[in-house]
């Protein structure tokens, strides 16, 4: 039987070249969706990184971790937006 429910993890970096509003306005954008999606949201905000390598021809980004619970479509939906959203240089969605 499939599951119902899972907890994930995501991992996002943003741009921080568009400066530090940019960055709380991304954060708080996928923050609400989450909430609205899933159970459980916590957020962790990394800050400001250094990347392993240049992305874009950036070498600095802001990490933000997100752990929620919610059904299985759902990851698949945030995966989207993430990929059409400006300011975003990566992302990871795990099962955790």
């Known amino acids: 039987m499939a599951k119902i ?12 070249k568009s400066g530090e509003e940019n960055v709380a306005a991304l954060t ?4 609400a969706l989450i ?11 990394w800050g400001k990184r ?4 240049p992305i874009n021809y950036e070498t600095e980004g802001n990490y933000v971790l ?4 919610s059904g299985t479509a759902f990851p698949a939906e945030l995966e989207r ?3 059409i959203t ?3 240089l990566r992302f990871l969605v795990t099962i955790r």
């Open 66 to 69: 997100w752990t929620f619970t």
């Open 86 to 88: 400006d300011g975003v």
């Open 50 to 53: 250094k990347l392993a390598y």
């Open 35 to 45: 909430k609205a999606n899933a159970t459980d949201v916590e957020m962790n905000d």
């Open 5 to 16: 429910n899972e907890n994930y993890e995501v991992v996002a970096v943003f741009s921080s």
């Open 28 to 31: 708080e954008k996928f923050d």
């Open 81 to 83: 937006v993430f990929g």
